[in-house]
């Protein structure tokens, strides 16, 4: 069988180290040269997949683990060593997919991979000038996309034929998997919530949002619907929904959420305040019927669950106190239409989720069974090793 020239130039260089040296602090100039970048990573069948394509395949995530872990080389480097293991095993998975297409199938027809560019030229570049230009700037030449494009085109096809098609389940095993995961479904106490957001932008002056939030519970106490209140005013991101943040447990600050989960069902709550502490320190400004500043409550983020509770201010008798505060950085207005108590989630309201999750299974254990069996019958070297 033909394999291509063939010289290693670093025989007692394994596959890991050289995968570390390319993660190291000089692989960007490691790369530059052949000695590095065109080592053979792996052969598969009379290709011959080099080091330089397991990077090139794994640049995107190699330059997000660089912006996360940047600090920490160590760990940067164990990462890095990784996904490009990953990424070397991609490609030798597509290698063996391509060549089991070419000996039970035969080629793609010329036309349809023409068609297949063409579409792709009109929904990502727009126009074929588009096109040329982004392939210059990733340095890309027509003949490589064209054979990227036929790959994709095969992968598609072999693993729709070998893979989806063979993937089957069962109302049975949704039911299984729903009763041995019955702790993955359980939901705490709930809200069905709608909230009018206002913010700097509202008015010029927080004390001019102040006084536009209490012309809002003017007119909410005169029959103002609060979704229509909230679709004009809020500034929030559910503002188009009427402020509908639908059923939530967690979604909230833990000092919004004691206030929510503390109302009634069809009952509003009074005017609320946010307003920022020092480092992880946040309080929540709870305002009488009048607009003076009753009670203020502070708390600390945790990674937990919940914030915790730091201290707690009444100025209901002191409102000399309450005028000393800083003002807040944003006010809330909040409706709670329901409730529910915990619960687990009806099999009926997770049936889809879960039969998703068995799709996905399903389909990375049947593909990764039809690769072995790719690899049984296929020539794959890994010459680093």
């Given at each position: 069988m033909t394999i291509g020239?063939?010289?290693?130039?670093?025989?007692?260089?394994?596959?890991?180290?050289?995968?570390?040296?390319?993660?190291?602090?000089?692989?960007?100039?490691?790369?530059?040269?052949?000695?590095?970048?065109?080592?053979?990573?792996?052969?598969v069948n009379d290709s011959i997949i080099t080091y330089q394509d397991v990077h090139d395949a794994s640049r995107k995530s190699l330059f997000a683990l660089k912006e996360i872990y940047g600090r920490q080389q160590d760990v940067l480097r164990a990462k890095e060593a990784s996904v490009m293991n990953e990424a070397l095993e991609a490609l030798v998975a597509k290698t063996l997919i391509v060549d089991e297409f070419k000996n039970s199938v035969g080629v793609v027809p010329e036309n349809m991979l023409d068609n297949q560019i063409s579409q792709q030229i009109r929904k990502q570049f727009v126009d074929r000038q588009n096109f040329r230009k982004s392939l210059r700037q990733e340095g890309i030449?027509?003949?490589?996309?064209?054979?990227?494009?036929?790959?994709?085109?095969?992968?598609?096809?072999?693993?729709?034929?070998?893979?989806?098609?063979?993937?089957?389940?069962?109302?049975?095993?949704?039911?299984?998997?729903?009763?041995?995961h019955l702790d993955d479904y359980k939901v705490g106490n709930q809200v069905k919530l709608r909230m009018i957001?206002?913010?700097?932008?509202?008015?010029?002056?927080?004390?001019?949002?102040?006084?536009?939030?209490?012309?809002?519970?003017?007119?909410?106490?005169?029959?103002?619907?609060?979704?229509?209140?909230?679709?004009?005013?809020?500034?929030?991101?559910?503002?188009?929904?009427?402020?509908?943040?639908?059923?939530?447990?967690?979604?909230?600050?833990?000092?919004?959420?004691?206030?929510?989960?503390?109302?009634?069902?069809?009952?509003?709550?009074?005017?609320?305040?946010?307003?920022?502490?020092?480092?992880?320190?946040?309080?929540?400004?709870?305002?009488?019927?009048?607009?003076?500043?009753?009670?203020?409550?502070?708390?600390?983020?945790?990674?937990?669950?919940?914030?915790?509770?730091?201290?707690?201010?009444?100025?209901?008798?002191?409102?000399?106190?309450?005028?000393a505060m800083p003002d807040p950085q944003e006010f809330y207005l909040m409706l709670v239409e329901d409730k529910r108590t915990s619960r687990i989630k009806k099999l009926a309201e997770v049936k889809d989720e879960i039969e998703r999750n068995l799709v996905v299974e399903e389909r990375n254990r049947l593909q990764k069974q039809w690769i072995e069996r790719l690899k049984a019958k296929a020539f794959v070297r890994y010459p680093g090793n």
């Open positions: 020239r063939y010289t290693p130039r670093f025989p007692r260089v394994t596959r890991l180290t050289l995968i570390a040296i390319l993660c190291a602090g000089f692989a960007r100039s490691a790369l530059a040269t052949p000695e590095i970048g065109n080592y053979i990573a792996a052969i030449s027509f003949e490589k996309y064209r054979k990227m494009t036929h790959d994709e085109l095969v992968m598609h096809f072999m693993i729709e034929r070998n893979v989806r098609s063979a993937i089957i389940v069962s109302p049975q095993k949704i039911e299984g998997y729903y009763t041995n957001v206002l913010k700097p932008a509202s008015a010029p002056t927080m004390a001019g949002v102040k006084k536009l939030a209490q012309e809002l519970i003017t007119k909410l106490d005169g029959g103002a619907a609060f979704s229509e209140m909230a679709a004009i005013y809020s500034e929030g991101s559910e503002k188009r929904q009427g402020g509908d943040w639908g059923w939530i447990d967690k979604e909230l600050r833990q000092g919004l959420a004691d206030v929510a989960f503390s109302l009634r069902p069809g009952e509003r709550s009074g005017l609320i305040g946010r307003a920022n502490g020092e480092g992880d320190e946040y309080s929540i400004y709870r305002y009488d019927k009048d607009g003076h500043l009753a009670k203020v409550l502070k708390y600390r983020e945790k990674s937990g669950d919940k914030d915790q509770l730091a201290e707690e201010k009444d100025f209901s008798n002191d409102p000399s106190g309450a005028a």
